[in-house]
């Protein structure tokens, strides 16, 4: 048998989460048993679906690098199947008109409320032939009322549901579109998906869907059911928790790598390994690692995995992921220096690439003033002597390169009788504008001659004027 999974998420909004969490575990399992991976938009909710919602999975997924064997397949353009499906049911008396009114619906839970009972469709159609002609009507699967369904979940063992706690659910509307949980069946047979793998808010649906699954002769695939994600603080996590947007985290700069491998930890195990390449969670993944429990979402957590991959990951990886973050920020690189060594300098100092991008802005980019904090601390009246003295030596280096650059800062201490600090941060503050970047010779070296010397004169003009006010 081959091995063929599935992600079939609704387009009615972006991709969750959550959402990349089963994608991901459904991914690796097919990849793990040399198997396929099917794409389905779930898109029967005609109101709610839209095109937006659809590429933004779409983009979330390929971002995640999540490609999928088969599909994008949609349910909208399948409903003749259904409908075909529908009616051979229908002719089997497996399935019925009901031709109950929202009143009555409504009517009929109200007085099972009260009565202390489920509310729930009593099955009032099921038998009656007394059809009347003009009248709306919708189509209820002919559920079992004796017996069980029993399944074996592969995270959760053995669950059993009575027949008798399910109602006849409607799998036509009166608008004649099918409904969710019809088309899920429909699918996954024709679609030959042997494993479920979906969240455990599915719980429910599964039972109902086995039911149909064997009405229809076809056969009942694996499922396994993942617990949800909660937040920090042990509620369901949501927007007030931060971004719950897969493409929100490349906004905020994290690495596709450092999601996929937080992901995987939300949830799954082997053995105390944290790190996982994709081949690793390939190699080492299955259902049964999986956790029942929910899990919590800990950003800082994350943030240290996004930070492990900017330290290790090649510069070319790091810097086609960046490329995103230069247009949405509006850096220009092309006057200046190599991305690749900025990329070098700056990656082990940052949580994320938008990080990364806004402090190396000062690379590529003249500023029009010093940082309010770092000028009044460094740019003093006291601090001009080591400025003008290192400017001289750095304007009569021969090489501009990061050992005669040290050299001559170091020679300007020494000359002056400074400690290093004392030429050091005022020189930062002249080139970067505030008191942060990687070791001077590195810094100036990539920012080059001509600016680094048209910023320390900018810096002696600033104390001139300090000075002088």
Not at 242 to 259: C, H, I, T
Not at 379 to 389: I, S, Y
Request: hydrophobic share 40%; aromatic share 8%.
């Amino acid at each position: 048998m081959t091995v063929k999974t599935r992600f079939a998420p609704s387009p009615t909004g972006y991709l969750h989460v959550g959402g990349a969490r089963t994608a991901l575990y459904s991914w690796l399992f097919a990849k793990a048993n040399q198997g396929e991976f099917v794409l389905r938009i779930e898109d029967t909710d005609l109101e709610r679906s839209t095109q937006p919602a659809i590429e933004a999975i779409m983009d979330g997924m390929k971002w995640l690098d999540l490609a999928w064997d088969e599909g994008p397949y949609y349910q909208t353009k399948r409903f003749d199947r259904y409908k075909e499906l529908i009616q051979k049911l229908l002719d089997e008396g497996k399935a019925y008109k009901c031709f109950c009114t929202a009143e009555e619906l409504e009517a009929m839970r109200e007085a099972q409320m009260q009565a202390g009972q489920s509310a729930r469709y009593n099955g009032m159609w099921r038998d009656r032939n007394d059809h009347p002609t003009d009248k709306p009507y919708v189509i209820r699967f002919k559920n079992p009322q004796e017996g069980s369904v029993i399944f074996d979940d592969k995270i959760r063992g053995k669950i059993e549901i009575a027949n008798k706690e399910l109602d006849d659910l409607i799998i036509l509307r009166s608008d004649g579109s099918p409904t969710y949980n019809f088309c899920v069946v429909v699918d996954d047979w024709d679609m030959g998906i042997t494993h479920v793998i979906r969240g455990e808010d599915h719980i429910n649906n599964t039972p109902r869907q086995i039911n149909i699954l064997e009405a229809l002769g076809a056969p009942v695939p694996t499922y396994a059911h993942v617990s949800m994600i909660l937040g920090d603080d042990g509620k369901k996590l949501s927007k007030r928790h931060g971004a719950v947007s897969v493409m929100q985290y490349r906004d905020d700069g994290f690495l596709p790598e450092a999601l996929l491998n937080y992901l995987v930890r939300l949830g799954w195990s082997h053995g105390d390994q944290e790190v996982f390449s994709v081949a690793e969670m390939i190699e080492y993944f299955k259902l049964e690692d999986i956790n029942k429990a929910a899990s919590a979402f800990n950003t800082d957590k994350l943030i240290w995995l996004n930070q492990h991959y900017l330290k290790t990951l090649p510069v070319e990886r790091i810097k086609e992921e960046l490329k995103w973050h230069l247009v949405d920020q509006e850096l220009d690189i092309s006057q200046g220096p190599e991305l690749d060594l900025v990329i070098k300098a700056q990656a082990d100092r940052v949580k994320t690439l938008k990080e990364l991008v806004e402090i190396s802005r000062y690379f590529y980019e003249d500023f029009a003033e010093f940082d309010a904090g770092a000028a009044k601390k460094h740019l003093r009246p006291v601090a001009k002597e080591a400025l003008e003295t290192v400017k001289a030596k750095l304007t009569a280096l021969a090489d501009w390169q990061e050992e005669a650059i040290h050299a001559a800062i170091n020679d300007t201490a020494t000359e002056l009788e400074v400690g290093m600090g004392k030429v050091g941060m005022p020189l930062r503050v002249a080139v970067t504008g505030a008191g942060n970047s990687p070791s001077l010779d590195i810094t100036l070296s990539l920012i080059g001659r001509e600016k680094t010397l048209a910023r320390i004169d900018l810096a002696i003009n600033f104390i001139n004027k300090r000075e002088n006010s």
